[in-house]
Structures are given as C-alpha cells and as structure tokens.
C-alpha cells in the first residue's frame, strides 16, 4: 500500500522529523512509542516499536532500519509470527515543497484471515494508512 502528500516544509525538515522516533506518536492515528531512545536513526539502528492491532494496546515489535539515505529515503523492517512487514518513506524535493511516500508492506494472508483480510484492509487498514499520512501533513506544517 503506498500513499503520498505534499508537505510545505524542505526534505531536509521534513527527513529530520522523521526520523525522530519518539514523535511519530504525534501523527500515529492509534497509540504507538517507541521504547527507550534508539539514537540518531541510521542504517542498521534497531528499535522496539509499542503500537496498538485489535485485541493488544501494547502489542511490540523489534524493528531494524534497513535502508537510510538522509534526506531523501528510509526503511525500517521487522518480522514477527505473521511474517515480514516494511515501512518505506522516500522524500522528493519539489520547489518550496517536499513530496512524501510511504509504501507500507505485510506478508500475504493465509487460512481464515486471508479470507477476512479484505474488510480489515477496508475498515481499518486503508484508513488508518491514510490518516496517519494527513497528520504527518498537519504536523509538519504547524
């Protein structure tokens, strides 16, 4: 799934926040923190993410920035029992502005849940996504 907004704000503005992982919650549309202070993000940093999925408010994932081209692109992957996920985001520079992408990834469902996956995607997937991306937007530009 990938998304995209137009921020008034430099790629370098816009590279800096991003990758300040104690603020994402800012523009998480559900809880999320980061646990601890992973540093400055790099190439290879490695983090323990604490986000909300139905039926756990705490649920935790061990993340790991995979790609870290400052200011334009960064990556961060985890896998966990239900396989690989990745956040990707690529800044492009345009004018005064600075385009965002966010890809984000998921393993292919199986058994039931493949059945059922569709109306989450729907209902809760696809709408979080893009709000979370339109906060990113109010965020950046306040």
């Not at 603020?23 to 980061?34: C, F, L």
Request: proline share 8%; hydrophobic share 30%; net charge neutral.
């Amino acid at each position: 799934m990938t998304g995209t907004i137009v921020v008034q704000r430099s790629q370098q503005e816009v590279f800096d926040y991003l990758v300040q992982l104690n603020r994402h919650g800012e523009w998480s549309p559900k809880p999320w923190r980061v646990e601890g202070d992973p540093g400055p993000l790099r190439l290879g940093t490695k983090f323990t993410s604490i986000g909300t999925v139905p039926g756990d408010k705490n649920y935790r994932n061990e993340v790991e920035v995979t790609e870290c081209t400052p200011p334009s692109r960064i990556r961060w992957e985890t896998d966990e029992k239900a396989g690989h996920f990745a956040n990707t985001f690529v800044l492009t520079p345009e004018e005064s502005t600075t385009r965002v992408e966010r890809t984000f990834e998921w393993p292919e469902q199986k058994g039931f849940t493949r059945l059922i996956f569709p109306l989450i995607y729907m209902l809760i997937i696809r709408p979080n996504f893009h709000k979370g991306l339109n906060l990113f937007k109010v965020r950046m530009e306040s």
